[in-house]
């Protein structure tokens, strides 16, 4: 069945990195859009970055910048690679795929992605 695992989540001082990966399994990877979303408390599940298999992206204007996504078809790996990381970027990060190539513009609508991972959190302190 299709598994979605995510890693590298911790904590860091505000303007420190982290990498996120997500490894997936149980589909044909490289045919499926994949995406990267975050949920705090009491906030709704934001969309922070997309990817196509031809590599096409879309961001998250709160992330431009800072965050690049990227994948590795041969490990069959997401990534999220955050830079420069602020106190509002804690959250829940997930991992989710989505069967269909996505437009880019719609790389970071939940409702379109089938499977999800079960999160790794990431806490910036100030």
Not at 18 to 34: D, K, V
Not at 57 to 86: C, E, H, W
Request: charged residues 15%; glycine residues 10%; contains cysteine.
């Amino acid at each position: 069945q299709v598994q979605l695992v995510e890693s590298g989540g911790g904590s860091v001082q505000s303007g420190g990195s982290l990498t996120l990966s997500c490894l997936a399994s149980g589909f044909t990877y490289s045919t499926y859009s994949m995406a990267w979303f975050r949920q705090s408390p009491g906030k709704e599940r934001e969309g922070v970055a997309g990817i196509r298999s031809d590599g096409t992206t879309n961001y998250a204007d709160s992330v431009k910048g800072r965050f690049t996504i990227s994948q590795d078809n041969a490990r069959n790996t997401l990534y999220l690679q955050m830079n420069s990381l602020k106190p509002e970027d804690t959250a829940m990060y997930y991992c989710a795929a989505s069967p269909t190539q996505l437009r880019w513009w719609r790389l970071l609508q939940s409702s379109l992605h089938t499977y999800w991972g079960r999160g790794t959190q990431v806490t910036v302190s100030t």
